[in-house]
């Protein structure tokens, strides 16, 4: 908004200026603008000078959209929410063209974004926003499949257009529009209410994991814990955030008055926030009445009540001890009209509600069938937990139970953590909303009371731990378990093993005992290797609908710069986050046990060749276990090379296309066969460098190819790449750079002479193959090989069939040195072809280098067997049709 001067009030506390019905919760006052404002209802400009602003969450208006305007108030947002659910921050960043959903103004310093949903707030504003985040699974109690739009306003592109009027409804200037987090349907703020309430999740609905078959205990597990967010993404977050946004970030809104007619004032909302030393600053005349600073002081905190019913308190270390409030508004008679100020004025206050002989409090139905969202009860002091539920079950048509089936919980709808207690039944409960208010009034306006069925639902919390030692039966890993974590076997069973992996999935049936051992397997080390743990959901499966293959969705972070982090998000944000992994983060296997149930999904594996041969490899290992053995695999090329993402046509490298556009290639491609093949690595001499003269040979190794496997200088060139890229690391962050490395160490060969043909032996199918003078020797089992270079050639040859990804053969190539392979690289020649075959053995005279699928080493002197690797391996290839253009 602009920077409004004040001018006097010409309407009252929750009335618009103009006469008419105010919308929900908002305290307008006409303002004189300093500078051209937008109308956050219309997005116009409001021309002259006069414009209405809310003075609570600094909403800007025409006097002519006033009436109209349907977005509430931040001050009365908590109240609205259907279902509490915390948000997931992120670290603080910077976001362009992006508006905090709190104060509604321009985020021009570091602030928060959900990693599930869309919101972005001030890192000041954090404590106020709603818990409004999008419901990702059951919790144990709902049980629903009916899923209503999920609203979220503004922050979309200034092209966007409603689905209704189809008038652009976004904006680079103010908070305005409405995107549903779900279907990503587009509207107005007037417009979204006459679109009907259930949402069927749009133009990905058959990819969506449904929130209703998901169910994960998250209690005492933190957002990141659920939706495996790198903790490491968080910079010291929720205590120091909460110092310094309220403090550092108050400021940023009211300037320190050098103005000697006024006065700047810390203000406390409760012993909670002087504890933590969180304050917020109002500015105020100096002559300002007690009132006004506790108006003044309610708008800060988000409050529209009447301000009749609080009062300040000054700030000194008896205060949380006392309940003495001075400067009240009915303590004398001259009070209101004197100054709140006297000759030494304390500069910090706090402010306090005043005690009531009687309430009226809103008791939420939670999960009990009934068609009211909540109902209204008066209570006073003798008014006990008991009897208010003896009074609400009337209400809500249940009076012939019994007060023992039922107990009320308390609900904090923190915009970080929503927590719950159940409250003791003889409690006063006037008592209890004292103590609230006395701890923060703001957290008493994000207080809910729920009544609720008493019913034995049974804890459930699976945790996945990797990197313990392979091949170990079930009793063993309980034993290093218990050894190790000290872990309950009353409460914690081993309910999945996976031996090869070294990894098991815990059932743990006490949410204290899940999070202890979380935390500490983070700092356990078993044989030198450190364990790591996965919070995973339980996916029920007889609840996923018949045309739904949800879509399991692996990111590796550390391929194409940060454009895989950017990736998680979009993913987490277009999906359910519970589909998407991150593979640095116990790597694949979480991800397939999440949905070795599940009937039938698709794989999306967004990373180099490397990373697609590391998720093929670990399906391959766990496919026996999978309900859906044979899911299809889509790419999403990250890496330098990205051989197969070219084939199966999905690109020579991600460079930003939206993500969404991704999402329905995905949906809309075809599954093809791809071969798979198996290496086995027998050194018959020992490696170089054996140290005391003992030597002992190689154990004999197994590793699995996709694309290609290279001996010679091929390998050569990728182990130098690798060696450079180890050394600095931070450097290698982009395609180019990559492709410029590998070009100079190409150069620094050129003049090397070396003999391969004369070091290796091949047969082919049991026959020997005579080599010609070669450097390089190299495997192709797709088209293209070294970035997109057609090493085989499409000239037509009789000796040989035209190669497929999926006719059981792999190609033999030969390359006569650098320069050749550049000549190949660049599309002048092909490579020399040697032989065409589905066994291969390979017998090396000396150490040589090898690489396999752009992974090299140094094998020693001794056997390589190569042959096919079980199945054929389903892969998703993009579709050549044109895709339509469905909207972002």
Same mark, same amino acid.
């Given at each position: 908004g602009g920077s409004p001067a004040s001018s006097p009030v010409l309407g009252g506390r929750g009335r618009a200026a103009a006469g008419g019905s105010s919308p929900p919760g908002h305290a307008f006052r006409r303002v004189t603008l300093t500078k051209p404002t937008f109308c956050h209802y219309c997005t116009d400009f409001i021309w002259g000078l006069a414009g209405y602003q809310c003075e609570v969450c600094n909403f800007m208006s025409h006097e002519k959209c006033l009436k109209n305007v349907k977005i509430p108030c931040s001050c009365i947002a908590p109240s609205l929410v259907r279902v509490p659910v915390?948000?997931?921050?992120?670290?603080?960043?910077?976001?362009?063209?992006?508006?905090?959903?709190?104060?509604?103004?321009?985020?021009?310093?570091?602030?928060?974004?959900?990693?599930?949903?869309?919101?972005?707030?001030?890192?000041?504003?954090?404590?106020?926003?709603?818990s409004d985040c999008r419901q990702c699974h059951q919790d144990g109690h709902?049980?629903?499949?009916?899923?209503?739009?999920?609203?979220?306003?503004? #922050?979309?592109?200034?092209?966007?257009?409603?689905?209704?009027?189809?008038?652009?409804?976004?904006?680079?200037?103010?908070?305005?529009?409405?995107?549903?987090?779900?279907?990503?349907?587009?509207?107005?703020?007037?417009?979204?209410?006459?679109?009907?309430?259930?949402?069927?999740?749009?133009?990905?609905?058959?990819?969506?994991?449904?929130?209703?078959?998901?169910?994960?205990?998250?209690? #005492?597990?933190?957002?990141?814990?659920?939706?495996?967010?790198?903790?490491?993404?968080?910079?010291? +977050?929720?205590?120091?955030?909460?110092?310094?946004?309220?403090?550092?970030?108050?400021?940023?809104?009211?300037?320190?008055?050098?103005?000697?007619?006024?006065?700047?004032?810390?203000?406390? *909302?409760?012993?909670?926030?002087?504890?933590?030393?969180?304050?917020?600053?109002?500015?105020?005349?100096?002559?300002?009445?007690?009132?006004?600073?506790?108006?003044?002081?309610?708008?800060?905190?988000?409050?529209?009540?009447?301000?009749?019913?609080?009062?300040?308190?000054?700030?000194?270390?008896?205060?949380?001890?006392?309940?003495?409030?001075?400067?009240?508004?009915?303590?004398?008679?001259?009070?209101?009209?004197?100054?709140?100020?006297?000759?030494?004025?304390?500069?910090a206050w706090i402010i306090r509600a005043k005690p009531k002989d009687e309430e009226v409090i809103r008791i939420y139905p939670a999960w009990l069938k009934v068609g009211m969202a909540y109902v209204s009860l008066r209570v006073n002091k003798d008014s006990t937990v008991q009897s208010v539920i003896k009074e609400v079950l009337p209400l809500l048509g249940r009076q012939t139970e019994c007060l023992q089936n039922f107990k009320l919980v308390e609900v904090l709808m923190g915009s970080k953590q929503v927590q719950r207690m159940v409250?003791?039944?003889?409690?006063?409960?006037?008592?209890?909303?004292?103590?609230?208010?006395?701890?923060?009034?703001?957290?008493?306006?994000?207080?809910?009371?729920?009544?609720?069925?008493?019913?034995? +639902?049974?804890?459930?919390?699976?945790?996945?731990?990797?990197?313990?030692?392979?091949?170990?039966?079930?009793?063993?890993?309980?034993?290093?378990?218990?050894?190790?974590?000290?872990?309950?076997? #009353?409460?914690?069973?081993?309910?999945?093993?996976?031996?090869?992996?070294?990894?098991?999935?815990?059932? &743990?049936?006490?949410?204290?005992?899940?999070?202890? &051992?979380?935390?500490?397997?983070?700092?356990?080390?078993?044989?030198?290797?450190?364990?790591?743990?996965?919070?995973?959901p339980a996916v029920m499966a007889s609840k996923i609908p018949q045309n739904c293959c949800p879509l399991l969705v692996f990111v590796n972070p550390k391929s194409g710069g940060l454009k895989g982090r950017d990736l998680l998000y979009s993913f987490r944000k277009l999906l359910n986050p519970h589909q998407v992994f991150e593979l640095t983060n116990g790597g694949?296997?979480?991800?397939?046990?999440?949905?070795?149930?599940?009937?039938?999904?698709?794989?999306?594996?967004?990373?180099?060749?490397?990373?697609?041969?590391?998720?093929?490899?670990?399906?391959?290992?766990?496919?026996?276990?999978?309900?859906?053995?044979?899911?299809?695999?889509?790419?999403?090329?990250?890496?330098?090379?990205?051989?197969?993402?070219?084939?199966?046509?999905?690109?020579?490298?991600?460079?930003?296309?939206?993500?969404?556009?991704?999402?329905?290639?995905?949906?809309?491609?075809?599954?093809?066969?791809? *071969?798979?093949?198996?290496?086995?690595?027998?050194?018959?001499?020992?490696?170089?460098?054996?140290?005391?003269?003992?030597?002992?040979?190689?154990?004999?190794?197994?590793?699995?190819?996709?694309?290609?496997?290279?001996?010679?200088?091929?390998?050569?060139?990728?182990?130098?790449?690798?060696?450079?890229r180890e050394e600095e690391p931070g450097k290698f962050n982009s395609r180019f750079h990559n492709k410029g490395v590998y070009v100079k160490v190409g150069l620094q060969k050129i003049s090397h002479t070396r003999n391969l043909h004369k070091d290796i032996k091949l047969q082919v199918d049991q026959h020997e193959v005579e080599l010609p003078s070669i450097e390089g020797l190299i495997f192709i089992n797709i088209p293209s090989w070294g970035s997109g270079a057609d090493l085989w050639g499409s000239e037509s040859d009789n000796r040989f069939e035209k190669p497929r990804i999926d006719d059981g053969l792999l190609e033999v190539v030969g390359v006569t040195g650098v320069v050749h392979m550049g000549q190949v690289q660049g599309g002048f020649r092909s490579g020399i072809r040697i032989a065409q075959g589905s066994y291969f053995r390979v017998t090396l005279l000396k150490p040589i280098p090898v690489q396999v699928d752009g992974e090299p080493w140094i094998q020693a002197p001794g056997q390589i067997i190569i042959s096919a690797a079980g199945p054929k391996v389903h892969m998703l290839k993009k579709s050549k049709q044109k895709q339509k253009k469905t909207g972002s």
């Open positions: 915390a948000h997931c921050f992120g670290p603080p960043g910077l976001y362009k063209r992006k508006f905090c959903a709190v104060c509604r103004k321009s985020l021009e310093s570091p602030a928060f974004r959900c990693e599930v949903c869309e919101l972005h707030v001030h890192t000041d504003c954090v404590l106020f926003a709603c709902l049980d629903h499949d009916t899923y209503h739009h999920h609203w979220r306003e503004g #922050n979309l592109s200034s092209s966007a257009r409603c689905e209704f009027c189809k008038k652009t409804c976004g904006s680079s200037e103010v908070l305005s529009g409405m995107r549903c987090e779900w279907c990503g349907i587009l509207a107005h703020a007037a417009c979204c209410v006459i679109v009907p309430p259930e949402c069927t999740f749009g133009r990905l609905r058959n990819m969506i994991l449904p929130p209703s078959c998901v169910q994960l205990f998250s209690r #005492n597990f933190s957002k990141l814990h659920c939706f495996r967010i790198s903790e490491n993404l968080q910079t010291e +977050s929720d205590e120091d955030d909460d110092v310094d946004g309220s403090t550092q970030g108050s400021t940023k809104d009211i300037q320190i008055s050098t103005d000697s007619s006024k006065q700047t004032l810390k203000i406390f *909302d409760g012993n909670d926030a002087v504890k933590r030393n969180q304050f917020r600053l109002i500015s105020v005349p100096r002559i300002a009445k007690n009132e006004e600073v506790v108006e003044a002081a309610l708008r800060a905190y988000y409050i529209n009540d009447d301000q009749q019913e609080y009062e300040l308190q000054t700030f000194t270390q008896q205060v949380l001890l006392s309940d003495d409030v001075i400067n009240r508004n009915d303590a004398a008679e001259d009070s209101n009209l004197g100054s709140v100020f006297r000759e030494s004025v304390p500069e409250l003791d039944n003889q409690e006063p409960i006037l008592n209890r909303l004292k103590d609230i208010r006395k701890t923060s009034i703001r957290q008493m306006n994000q207080t809910r009371f729920y009544i609720v069925e008493n019913s034995k +639902s049974i804890v459930q919390v699976n945790l996945f731990v990797g990197g313990l030692p392979p091949q170990l039966s079930p009793e063993e890993y309980t034993n290093i378990l218990k050894e190790e974590l000290a872990i309950k076997t #009353n409460v914690v069973s081993v309910s999945h093993v996976y031996q090869a992996q070294g990894a098991v999935v815990l059932q &743990i049936s006490c949410f204290s005992e899940a999070e202890r &051992i979380y935390m500490l397997v983070k700092d356990t080390v078993v044989n030198d290797k450190p364990l790591n743990a996965v919070v995973i694949p296997l979480p991800g397939f046990h999440t949905f070795s149930k599940v009937p039938s999904f698709r794989v999306l594996v967004c990373g180099g060749d490397g990373t697609v041969g590391w998720v093929l490899g670990a399906l391959e290992e766990i496919r026996h276990k999978l309900v859906c053995s044979e899911p299809s695999v889509a790419i999403l090329p990250l890496g330098t090379g990205n051989d197969l993402g070219r084939v199966l046509r999905w690109g020579a490298g991600y460079s930003g296309e939206d993500p969404y556009s991704i999402l329905v290639s995905v949906d809309e491609a075809d599954d093809v066969l791809m *071969d798979r093949w198996t290496i086995l690595l027998d050194a018959e001499e020992p490696a170089e460098g054996a140290e005391n003269g003992i030597v002992e040979p190689e154990p004999p190794k197994i590793v699995q190819m996709n694309n290609y496997c290279g001996l010679g200088i091929d390998a050569e060139l990728s182990l130098d790449f690798h060696h450079a």
